[in-house]
């Protein structure tokens, strides 16, 4: 359905005409969008291009856009979990689908290619630290998805039921539901440097991920029930906060999404990374080769 004449409270825009939470304006955006969740990470990224013609920054989000071997490319941090993926991800859609002065929906529309860049914990021994993982499926253990109508056309139903049955899992504690990375991307980033993975998506760092420090948790087996869990021949293999969600909307709303994992921990061995800024600053590296390649 189209939207005619989005009202203020809505979207809404900055004294400049800048997209609120983001601080951006629709021409500074490019149509290949790097998102980082870390702030500092932008200028990890930007580093390496070769002209940075924007930069913006507001609250946890920043930008920069610029040019990699004549590649236009925006670089936008997110901060951490899904209710940020919720802002970052209308206000992307917006700057290129809406037409700010008329407050209308654009007739043509236009598809951003959106590539995380993030670190994630494996949780088998298999995947190990400093490997490079490309989420090619992502069960969401957040509610953001569940506001959203017409999301039975992006759901893998029978994938999120044998995971309820399998972790007898707590419907207090939301609704999980599973989506795939966009088929496109995953082929062209991927490469014998990469593994494939199926990532969780949760709503927060310590019980949600099964940490312990003084607060107790409600189902004190579930990492091990996610080790276990199996659904035609697909293994739950790490843990983050955003790629479900980023996947989930960005079919929605009609662009192509991937997760790239720098895994700096494995939750199965207790390990860590002993260079996680070299082990994000490779991963960088190969993920802005292989979109220009």
Known sequence: MKIENILASELILTPEGKIYHLDLAPSQLAETVITVGDPGRVKMVSKYFDTIETTAEHREFKTHTGTYKGKRISVVSTGIGPDNIDIVFNELDALVNIDFEKRTEKSKKTS???IRIGTSG???P???VDSFLISKLAIGLDNVMHYYAKTDKIFIREFAQAFINHTDWNPDNSVPYVVKADKTLLKKLSSEKTIEGCTITNVGFYGPQGRVLRA??????LNEKLKSFEYKNHKITNLEMETATMYG???LLGHSTLSM????????????SKDTKATVDALIRYTLEKIVE
């Open 249 to 251: 909307l960005g079919r």
């Open 216 to 221: 107790q948790l409600q189902d004190q087996g």
């Open 112 to 114: 951003l290619d959106i």
């Open 126 to 128: 298999e995947i190990e």
């Open 122 to 124: 494996g949780l088998t």
């Open 261 to 272: 994992n720098a895994i700096i921990a494995n939750r199965a061995s207790g390990t860590f």
